[in-house]
């Protein structure tokens, strides 16, 4: 939810060369913790695969708090962003409690309510009041039809838009979520439209990978993802809110490109949000704690590297040869390992693991044809 790099050189930069500079090999920028799989919605594209009730399996609340000390033990001054998601955060009673613990352990805490009935007013207050630092409110419709049928149950659409209000009302930021699928692409425009309404710091876009019941949905096409991308890129000058995306980097292809079309040199796109971006993706940057405390490189990446019940978090992200070989933008294959955006970008690796079972192949949405590897930022 909250994100950039400007980070990389005090949380270890690696050698200049392939990487770029653009690795977080010491600690990560964001921490994505799955409190829980209980849901009450049934989402067409749910990576989380969630179910009503809660597992026996989930970590306790002593051990989330034990998460998060050690969570606070990365990066020095600059601890990661907490991301506290679901299934559905708000269906742990403890929820309030761990992010004032969180708090006073110096960490910034965003969580991720789903749109059902829990999301009341009376529940953002309680959601401030315990030092929350922003949430996220997913909206895949411009209507109630739409949106609804995506979430599969009625009336997700109006809690979602009431709890945007009371986000407002709590004056607690929100940014807002919307998947990009071949069901819901048509629709990105109008949905856009609506999230202008909302008072939103943020808009993120989503980009479909094939895992949970994601598996079931057509992706947009390469030609389809780069159109769009573009789209965004004309809109994000003028628009009220950041625009961000999440498993397509190359979003940052599209933004350098433009950037340095209209003159802006290297150094200067690098102070820009989007600039601030570079080179975070999944396993460099990104980590993700499943329910049950599975660490994988994010959450739409099904290849767990440890378990934080057995090993600690930091030597998993510091250590473990899924993450390192994440982290090496020399590593990468086919058109990834030739791109000259290889460092800055890098691919969605979850992508192009549910496409290939390898997850340093190319990522199939990306279209862009490279020439010889060369540095990108020259």
């Not at 761990?98 to 965003?110: N, P």
């Not at 989007?274 to 499943?290: K, Q």
């Not at 994440?326 to 460092?343: Q, T, V």
């Amino acid at each position: 939810m909250a994100g950039g790099n400007s980070r990389k050189t005090e949380r270890g930069a690696g050698p200049a060369g392939a990487s770029e500079g653009f690795v977080f090999d010491r600690g990560p920028v964001m921490i994505y913790w799955e409190s829980t799989q209980a849901c009450d919605l049934a989402c067409v594209h749910c990576r989380a695969e969630a179910v009503p009730g809660r597992h026996p399996g989930e970590l306790t609340t002593g051990e989330a708090r034990a998460l998060f000390r050690e969570i606070a033990t990365f990066g020095g001054r600059n601890p990661p962003h907490l991301v506290i998601t679901g299934g559905d955060p708000l269906q742990r009673p403890d929820l309030c409690e761990l992010i004032a613990h969180a708090r006073e352990l110096g960490l910034d805490v965003s969580t991720s309510p789903a749109g059902t009935a829990k999301l009341t007013r009376e529940a953002m207050v309680r959601l401030k009041e315990a030092g929350v630092h922003s949430i996220s409110l997913s909206l895949d419709g411009s209507d109630a039809a739409r949106h609804d049928a995506f979430r599969g149950v009625d009336g997700s659409y109006e809690w979602t838009i009431a709890g945007a209000r009371y986000a407002r009302e709590a004056e607690v930021p929100l940014q807002v979520n919307t998947m990009v699928t071949a069901r819901t692409l048509a629709d990105l425009p109008r949905i856009h439209e609506v999230v202008k309404t909302f008072g939103a710091m943020a808009w993120s876009l989503f980009f479909l990978v094939s895992t949970g019941r994601g598996r079931e949905l057509a992706q947009i096409t390469p030609a389809e993802g780069d159109a769009f991308l573009a789209w965004l890129w004309e809109r994000a000058a003028r628009a009220p809110f950041r625009i961000r995306t999440t498993e397509a980097p190359h979003f940052r292809r599209v933004a350098f490109q433009a950037m340095r079309a209209e003159g802006m040199s290297r150094d200067a796109i690098l102070r820009t949000p989007v600039g601030r971006g570079f080179g975070i993706r999944d396993g460099n940057g990104v980590a993700f704690i499943s329910h049950l405390g599975e660490v994988y490189p994010s959450g739409f990446f099904p290849l767990a590297a440890g378990n934080v019940r057995r090993e600690p978090l930091v030597g998993i992200y510091r250590d473990s040869p899924l993450f390192r070989s994440l982290r090496d933008p020399g590593r990468l294959k086919g058109r990834c390992g030739r791109c000259a955006f290889r460092a800055i970008c890098g691919g969605s690796r979850a992508r192009a693991f549910a496409a290939t079972g390898d997850p340093l192949e190319t990522d199939p949405l990306c279209p862009h044809q490279p020439g010889p590897a060369r540095a990108a930022a020259a």
